[in-house]
């Protein structure tokens, strides 16, 4: 049975296993195992689902490579390049208002039944890249074949690496699932690959964090979360990035409690993260899918990877939207009479068509130039 050094009392060790310890009894010899600290990473992971030993589930055979660690340095900070270019998502609400960059780490926040699977498969069947690595840390076990054959589906697959740990399986496996696709990517990434990383959930991620830290004694501080969970986040977020020749455009999704964005998780991460896609339970409750709000979610990026004609466009659409939001209730109450408010008249004239436009078909396509066309004649209507 594999275990994992996790906390020093005096002069002895804390081991937490990676399995049940049923079999297990005081004398048994304990051994280093050196070869379970790699990663073994080539090529031939394309297309394959591993564990985060590399050990594959699917029926292919076993898979070989130069081991990396699964503990790394991020990129130095001065190593980066600046993040120039656009990355089309396929998702018009995404590409229009929160435009990403290549190499940009985002976080998709979400309660739980809001969409947010959903939307991570779109991105990954749509986004311009040319690896998809996978992680999916805690997540049901039902839902992993859903993944791979309606989100990704055949062609996604043949240029994804998929890395799984459900949720019935121990912490560690499930915090080593994380650090092995951060992994995955950064082998790609380094053979100059522009690679898609996805990451669902961090916050699961975190849980995992938590056991480990609270099983070796570690008191809980913020709402339950002791020191050592909150710092390890940035030790695995900040992995991601452009270096040299490759990139890593990350999403991370965050679960967030109670739909509230201030608890210990989604707070830490949205200071660590280039920006923030947030869905709405509102949103989704009246039919619009993806439910993204465009007024809570931002790119950091955006201003550097878009003109000033589509960012002018954007805030046109989004001033339109609060607009019409501010007064939501009074105009479904009959209370509002059109005349007094020009702008507010031109916003509620164009909700069909701004509705229209923020909702897309799960197996739609949104192509990128066409967005930015359909973003303009938006923005021309409620200016």
């Excluded at 909702?359 to 923005?379: S, Y």
Aim: charged share 25%; with cysteine; net charge neutral.
């Amino acid at each position: 049975m594999l275990a994992e050094v996790s906390a020093f009392r005096e002069d002895r060790l804390i081991c937490l296993p990676y399995g049940a310890t049923d079999d297990l009894g005081p004398g048994d010899p304990v051994e280093p195992a050196a070869a379970a600290a790699g990663l073994p990473c080539s090529e031939a992971l394309l297309g394959r689902v591993i564990d985060g030993f590399g050990r594959p589930l699917d029926d292919g055979p076993p898979l070989c490579g130069a081991p990396r660690p699964l503990r790394a340095a991020p990129p130095p900070a001065l190593a980066r390049p600046r993040i120039d270019t656009p990355l089309s998502t396929g998702v018009r609400a995404i590409d229009a208002l929160a435009t990403l960059g290549v190499g940009q780490r985002i976080g998709l926040f979400a309660g739980s039944g809001v969409g947010k699977s959903t939307l991570l498969g779109q991105i990954a069947r749509y986004a311009s890249a040319e690896v998809i690595v996978v992680g999916l840390v805690g997540e049901r076990g039902r839902e992993v074949n859903d993944f791979l054959e309606t989100c990704l589906g055949a062609a996604g697959r043949a240029r994804s690496v998929v890395v799984v740990a459900t949720g019935d399986e121990p912490a560690l496996r499930r915090i080593r699932a994380a650090r092995a696709a951060m992994t995955v990517a950064e082998f790609f990434r380094d053979a100059g690959r522009s690679v898609l990383l996805l990451i669902d959930s961090v916050t699961r991620y975190a849980r995992a964090l938590r056991e480990v830290a609270l099983a070796t004694g570690e008191l809980p501080a913020r709402r339950g979360y002791p020191p050592s969970a909150l710092a390890d986040l940035p030790t695995l977020l900040e992995r991601a990035g452009r270096a040299g020749r490759g990139s890593i455009t990350a999403v991370f999704t965050i679960l967030v409690e109670g739909d509230d964005l201030d608890e210990p998780v989604a707070d830490e991460v949205r200071g660590i993260l280039d920006g923030h896609i947030v869905l709405d339970r509102g949103l989704a409750d009246r039919g619009r899918w993806p439910a993204i709000d465009p007024l809570r979610s931002l790119s950091r990026v955006m201003p550097a990877v878009t003109d000033p004609e589509h960012r002018r466009h954007a805030a046109a659409l989004r001033a339109a939207v609060e607009r019409y939001e501010a007064k939501r209730e009074l105009i479904q109450l009959g209370a509002w009479r059109p005349g007094a408010d020009p702008a507010l008249d031109r916003a509620v004239a164009a909700v069909p068509a701004v509705e229209a436009f923020l909702g897309q078909r799960p197996d739609e396509r949104a192509d990128f130039a066409r967005t930015r066309l359909e973003l303009q004649a938006l923005a021309g209507k409620v200016a």
